[in-house]
């Protein structure tokens, strides 16, 4: 799959569905937030490796192409 395909697949609905649930906890459902937060910290480090492996692509299309014979 390329790199392309694999960001637009994985667009950022999940990270502002869990920012929705977080602002939806009360203070007192520390272990909720605190797991809460913890999925949202995965699922911004994967958008941002999956920003960064598109930028990449984008800027140096020959990466892709892989070996020239």
Known sequence: MTTTRRFSQAPPDKANELFDKLLATSDAAGKTRER???DLKQELELLATLQEEHLVS???P????????
């Open 36 to 38: 809460l937060f913890q």
């Open 58 to 60: 984008c800027a140096d």
């Open 62 to 69: 020959a990466r892709d192409a892989g070996p020239r014979a």
